[in-house]
């Protein structure tokens, strides 16, 4: 009998501990396939992060290494540069990526850092208990934005792909969602170009991906995926800002 | 070879060149500087890395990445830096994973001055870890430390601190590269080093905390097992003269140089003996055993106002002798002159 449906081998037999409806192991799952379809499970080393993305590596069938909060792409740097020829990723939140290790990754970019981030932006810190991040939108009532973001005291949501598109290193960069099975394909081919934008040694590569957190955001998995579509596409424009065989978009 | 003049931050550097380090991360900050340039000059040409970092947390973060990739990773900086090291300092200890980290000490806190100074013996990040941290006295022991250190944390799979003083740094002395430490035997391969799971059979690595343990599990392993071992084998002091000395002083780096000095000055006046700390931790508590009956008196002569090392040195004497400070003044650091002084008025006060 053949297999047509599998588990990719990249993800071990853990079974996920994320939330109902988080998007989380949907997205760990398309990282683990594009791994195993370009055959680099056995040269892989991801690089964790600390929030509900610090999970990652409890569930990931390759070599990985825990960092601290906001670190990855300092931890990824040191690991690339000593491991070269390998496929290198970093799988951060957006309270450690957009908050507390913005200067991290603008200068893993600045550097051209041959690695790759996967950015998952769910506009909230998950697991400290929905608290206000960087990307949390204009009006949004979070534990620590009680009566909704406020611009004026919090300013405008961070735009990451625009802000590191302007960064020469930055050789591949996209944003996109997985809010419909359409978007989920669309993720995965986003997620396999960066590697090999990696894997040509082109420079630095990052994914946001616009994901759900419906234990903090109130709501149904299905009214999390509406969300997606309804509110943060509208603040965080999908598409290709930077590609490095294409030139800037 | 014969000996060199060279400036201790260059001795360190070229020390652990010869060590193995191949991956030097950092950031730039006085009294270090020479530690970085030099590696920024050196590694292209020997098949090193060098980066310098956006800031001191991220270069101590690289060398967590390069250490975990299994490679001799090192870092250097001084005080308002190394708190921002602590933290990945403070994770290496938690995941394991070795490398060496250089604390050239100015005077604090925060932005201090740039003056040589002894005042980070206390600083540690989070979590009740310990490192082996080695204090040179002299530039050839600046060489001798930073080249073991590697062999050390290898060997425990622990950071190593090297806690010199700016005046260590800044100073040139001579320095014979024939003449450093054997390089240790039987250190323990690298197997968790991160290269992919391809290089286990497919068996993947995961560096946080050991298969199987969980975080109380670990650390009860590390003081129970992993620091006990430490201090049996890598407490290292220098001891002059205690058997019979009126009083004895204990002093590290600059500071134990000065008592040298005041020894010389004040000749056959006082007899005074000397117990100098090469590691600092582990700290050698049981050598003050060896300190003879004439003993009425500690000194303990330190660059900084009021003691850091000295609580140490009280738990070592453990109320056999009074232990006096000798430090910086309102008007500037510890001299010679000062720790003389400090001898002077004890001995008077002891024969009143």
Redo the contacts between chains.
């Keep these: 009998m053949s297999v047509l449906y599998g588990k990719p081998e990249s993800l071990?037999d853990v079974p996920f501990t994320f939330c109902p409806g988080c998007t989380h192991g949907l997205t760990l799952k398309l990282v683990a396939s594009v791994i195993d379809e370009m055959d680099m499970?056995?040269?892989?080393?991801s690089?964790?992060c600390v929030g509900c993305g610090g999970y990652m590596?409890?569930f990931?069938?390759?070599?990985?290494?825990?960092?601290?909060h906001g670190?990855a792409p300092?931890?990824?740097?040191?690991?690339?540069?000593?491991?070269p020829d390998?496929l290198v990723f970093t799988y951060q939140g957006d309270g450690d990526l957009a908050s507390i290790g913005t200067?991290?990754i603008?200068?893993a970019a600045?550097?051209g850092e041959k690695f790759t981030t996967i950015f998952v932006n769910n506009t909230t810190y998950g697991m400290t208990g929905g608290q206000m991040a960087p990307t949390t939108l204009i009006g949004q009532k979070t534990t620590t934005s009680p009566y909704g973001r406020d611009a004026g005291l919090c300013g405008q949501p961070l735009h990451i792909c625009e802000l590191l598109s302007t960064i020469d290193g930055a050789k591949y960069i996209e944003r996109v969602a997985v809010d419909s099975p359409v978007s989920v394909r669309k993720a995965k081919k986003a997620i396999r170009k960066a590697f090999e934008c990696q894997m040509a040694g082109a420079g630095f590569s990052l994914i946001e991906i616009l994901s759900t957190c419906p234990t903090n955001w109130g709501m149904s998995p299905l009214e999390s995926l509406e969300r997606i579509r309804t509110e943060m596409i509208p603040a965080y424009p999908l598409g290709v800002f930077k590609d490095w065989e294409e030139g800037d978009k | 070879m014969t000996k060199v003049l060279m400036k201790g931050n260059e001795v360190i550097a070229e020390a652990a060149l010869r060590a193995g380090c191949r991956?030097f991360?950092g950031y730039p900050i006085t009294p270090q500087n020479e530690i970085p340039e030099y590696f920024a000059r050196e590694m292209p040409l020997r098949n090193g890395?060098f980066?310098q970092?956006?800031?001191e947390?991220?270069?101590m973060?690289?060398?967590?990445?390069?250490?975990?990739?299994?490679?001799r990773?090192m870092t250097s900086t001084s005080g308002p830096g190394y708190c921002l090291k602590l933290?990945?300092l403070a994770?290496m200890t938690l995941?394991r994973l070795p490398a060496v980290v250089v604390v050239v000490m100015r005077n604090g806190p925060a932005f201090g001055t740039m003056n040589a100074a002894q005042e980070d013996y206390r600083m540690n990040g989070n979590g009740g870890y310990k490192v082996v941290t080695f204090a040179p006295s002299t530039i050839q022991e600046a060489a001798d430390m930073t080249f073991e250190a590697f062999d050390i944390a290898d060997q425990y799979r622990n950071p190593v601190v090297i806690l010199a003083d700016g005046m260590i740094g800044q100073m040139m002395g001579s320095v014979d590269f024939d003449k450093l430490p054997a390089k240790r035997e039987h250190l323990p391969e690298k197997t968790w080093a991160?290269?992919?799971?391809?290089q286990r059979n497919?068996k993947?690595?995961?560096?946080?905390i050991a298969e199987g343990k969980n975080h109380y599990q670990e650390k009860y392993d590390a003081e129970t097992i992993l620091y006990p071992e430490i201090k049996a084998n890598e407490t290292s002091v220098e001891i002059v003269d205690v058997e019979d000395a009126d009083i004895v002083m204990c002093a590290y780096g600059t500071a134990a140089r000065m008592c040298v000095a005041a020894v010389e000055a004040i000749g056959s006046e006082v007899k005074l003996g000397l117990i100098r700390p090469r590691t600092l931790w582990p700290f050698p508590y049981e050598t003050f055993g060896q300190i003879g009956d004439p003993c009425k008196a500690i000194i303990c002569p330190e660059i900084n106002i009021i003691g850091q090392m000295i609580d140490d040195v009280r738990i070592a004497s453990a109320g056999r002798w009074p232990v006096h400070h000798v430090g910086d003044s309102a008007t500037g650091p510890l001299t010679p002159d000062g720790i003389i002084e400090k001898v002077k008025e004890v001995w008077k006060e002891m024969k009143v």
């Design positions: 071990n499970g056995d040269d892989t080393i690089v964790g590596p409890w990931m069938n390759v070599d990985t290494i825990f960092s601290l670190r300092a931890n990824a740097t040191g690991v690339k540069r000593m491991n390998k200067a991290e603008i200068h600045h550097r | 991956a991360f890395t980066i970092a956006e800031s947390i991220a270069a973060n690289m060398v967590m990445g390069a250490s975990a990739s299994g490679a990773a933290e990945a994770a995941t991160l290269h992919g799971r391809g497919g993947s690595e995961f560096l946080f």
